[in-house]
């Protein structure tokens, strides 16, 4: 840095340090850069260190630029299945679109359970769909309209700051974290769960999950 180069070129400088001291030495980098103006390419596997240190990210796959953009846009609207699953929304439900409206549409999850979604691909009646979902979008035990499904509590595990649930929801496993230091919901109780519609991201079904 003290030679001021036009590029600095950083891959995964901060992997072999203790989680504390990681993420001292983040926030510091960042302050750096910025105000130095120097320009950083940096490599990293974490999610929190692209988001926290880039003003832009690129998001590759077997050696494939899938999305370059702002870490908003990165982490709102990802360009497509596998983006949305490594910033995060490991959830996957499956569907048809029945009805579209402008950015967002009616999806059948089967068995008459339908919802409604966020379109991020161009999709039309009678598409099958893919939908991402954040464990942390899901809201455990609360009925604010709209998307409200019934869903069955498997287990939990409680991480001091925040509890993540194994919870069965229209026919599949998926993961829900819930802030807050008491784990609030016991394992084989059912209870409703809301899925707002804006955190559903609907892509078009290809076939095997893009997450493998």
């Not at 998001?59 to 953009?69: A, C, F, I, S, W």
């Not at 609360?142 to 991480?159: E, H, M, S, V």
Request: include cysteine.
């Amino acid at each position: 840095m003290v030679y001021r180069p036009q590029l600095l070129l950083l891959d995964e400088p901060l992997s072999n340090l203790d989680a504390k001291l990681r993420l001292r030495l983040r926030d510091d980098l960042r302050v750096i850069l910025k105000q130095t103006g120097m320009t950083a390419l940096y490599v990293t596997h974490d999610q929190a260190e692209a988001v926290v240190l880039g003003d832009r990210i690129g998001v590759m796959r077997d050696g494939k630029l899938l999305q370059m953009d702002t870490p908003d846009a990165i982490y709102n609207r990802p360009a497509d299945l596998f983006v949305a699953n490594f910033t995060g929304a490991t959830n996957e439900l499956c569907g048809t679109l029945v009805e579209r409206n402008g950015e967002f549409g009616v999806v059948d999850f089967g068995e008459g359970r339908r919802g409604e979604v966020a379109l991020l691909h161009a999709l039309g009646p009678d598409n099958k769909v893919r939908i991402a979902l954040r464990p942390e979008n899901i809201a455990i035990g609360k009925c604010d309209g709209g998307n409200t499904f019934p869903a069955k509590i498997l287990d939990r595990r409680y991480q001091g700051t925040q509890t993540a649930y194994g919870i069965e929801l229209l026919g599949r496993r998926l993961e829900a974290i819930e802030l807050g230091t008491a784990a609030r919901h016991q394992v084989g109780v059912e209870t409703p769960v809301s899925l707002p519609r804006e955190s559903l991201w609907a892509y078009r079904d290809t076939g095997p999950s893009t997450y493998e």
